[in-house]
């Protein structure tokens, strides 16, 4: 139950912008092993310049669970954003 209030906060935080409930909401469908899911999350955070996200997205890709095109589309966007 405690986890279910916290993914609730926390997608409540991300649609209002907040880049580290974003960041998290990707840990935790990693977690679960919706690796697709996590790296939408974490490719959304990474384009507001989130650099652990990126550091995800690029572990994810290094396993075979994100692809390549992901990787470099985090890392587009996380320059474009701390530019």
Do not use: P
């Not at 986890?3 to 991300?14: D, M, N, Q, S, Y």
């Not at 996200?53 to 990787?71: D, H, L, P, W």
């Amino acid at each position: 139950q405690d986890k279910a209030k916290a993914v609730e906060i926390f997608e409540r935080a991300a649609k209002q912008g907040h880049i580290g409930s974003r960041h998290n909401l990707g840990c935790i469908e990693a977690g679960k092993g919706n690796y697709e899911r996590a790296a939408r999350h974490w490719l959304i955070s990474a384009k507001l310049g989130d650099k652990e996200s990126v550091e995800n997205i690029k572990r994810a890709f290094m396993t075979g669970c994100a692809t390549k095109e992901q990787y470099a589309e985090a890392l587009r966007g996380y320059q474009d954003s701390v530019e």
